[in-house]
């Protein structure tokens, strides 16, 4: 009888002993708990807005490449300093190339077409056609911020000019009788452009900047290095594709 009141009594101290336990220690364990998730959710909510902050940074210096590359501007005179006649009468006067005489009218060389003023990246040698009319002729631009479209009456009657959206250089005019996809023809100055190969430009994702600093010298170190890695130069040309 004594043994199993013992027997009683101990199970009731160890059921109550363990109780008395769990209170002591579940209510703190149970504030730690919370003030870990409460911290936790905190140093969440701390990386999502700096990743918020990063994201924000980003799309507005990408906006500001995409949308609003910069202008550049320069004086006839300082435009002289870097062309040749010609290149200033077609890019800075809105002149006309003679037919034929451009030496890009017939080329079928691969590359990308630049802006002579810039270096702006204009037109893709892929779309480009034979037209027939001895100016070398393109059925796209490179992409729709390369190029401003200004309604030109000038010749007596209305015609599309096409300039440069970075330097507002004239380069030809676009009309509606071009060959699919697009049935445009961009009828363009060879003096206004320049064509390089694509590596030189996937080798330079910063050409753009450089060039809008520096056409002249850009133009000069090209003429410098022309034997090296000008793909236009006839006599470095190994595949036959020179342009003449
Ligand atoms: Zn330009």
Known sequence: ????????????????????????????SAADKSK?????????????????DAAADKPESAAEDDTAP???VKTDAEWRKILN???????????????????????????????ICCG??????KTKFESGTGWPSFFQALNDKAVNYIEDNSAGEVRTEVECSRCDAHLGHVFSDGPQ??????????????????KSLEKDPKAKDAKSKSPG????????????????????????????
């Open 1 to 28: 009888m004594l043994s199993r009141r013992v027997r009683l009594l101990s199970i009731v101290g160890v059921i109550g002993l363990s109780w008395g336990l769990w209170l002591a220690v579940s209510p703190n």
């Open 70 to 72: 910069k202008k550049v």
């Open 36 to 52: 870990k998730t409460d911290s936790a959710s905190k140093k969440s909510k701390a990386d999502a807005q700096d990743k918020k």
């Open 181 to 198: 996809p697009t049935g445009l023809r961009y009828c363009m100055n060879s003096a206004a452009l320049n064509l390089v190969s694509r």
């Open 85 to 115: 006649p010609l290149q200033f009468r077609v890019t800075r006067k809105k002149g006309t190339e003679i037919a034929g005489t451009g030496k890009y009218a017939h080329t079928k060389t691969d590359g990308i077409y630049r802006c």
């Open 120 to 125: 702006q990246p204009l037109f893709d040698s």
């Open 217 to 244: 010298e850009d133009k000069e170190n090209k003429a410098k290095s022309a034997s090296e890695k000008n793909d236009e130069s006839p006599q470095k040309s190994t595949t036959g594709k020179s342009e003449k």
